[in-house]
Nanobody, 115 residues
Framework: QVQFAESGGGLVQPGGSLRLSCAAS????????MSWYRQAPGKEREWVGT????????NFSGNFQGRFNISRDNAENMVYLHLNSLKPEDTAVYYC????????WGKGTLVTVSS
């Protein structure tokens, strides 16, 4: 059974950083591009970025380019989202996903950016 378990969220001040983790199970992430999404309060879920199978290429929505980064550890079946220069509008629940596997989501991890 494919599952995602996101963690690492919390309260952070504007300008701060966090590293979110995604533990995937039920499949090997080494065969998949992996993506991060987020859903802010009252808004639809939006795509944040994607990392290719080997981890050598990442793509981000324009809103996050230069501030966020994605890395992966295929041996550990883990994907990471590195959040930098956080703004209050980055407050959201963050999710990871393997797009080719369809509409399967974990519970997400809440990031709150506030002073």
């Amino acid at each position: 059974q494919v599952q995602f378990a996101e963690s690492g969220g919390g309260l952070v001040q504007p300008g701060g950083s966090l590293r979110l983790s995604c533990a995937a199970s039920g499949f090997s992430i080494s065969m998949h591009h992996m993506s991060w999404y987020r859903q802010a309060p009252g808004k639809e879920r939006e795509w944040v970025g994607t990392i290719n199978k080997s981890g050598g290429i990442t793509n981000f929505s324009g809103n996050f380019q230069g501030r966020f980064n994605i890395s992966r550890d295929n041996a550990e079946n883990m994907v990471y989202l590195h959040l930098n220069s956080l703004k209050p509008e980055d407050t959201a629940v963050y999710y990871c996903n393997a797009p080719r596997l369809g509409n399967i989501w974990g519970k997400g991890t809440l990031v709150t950016v506030s002073s």
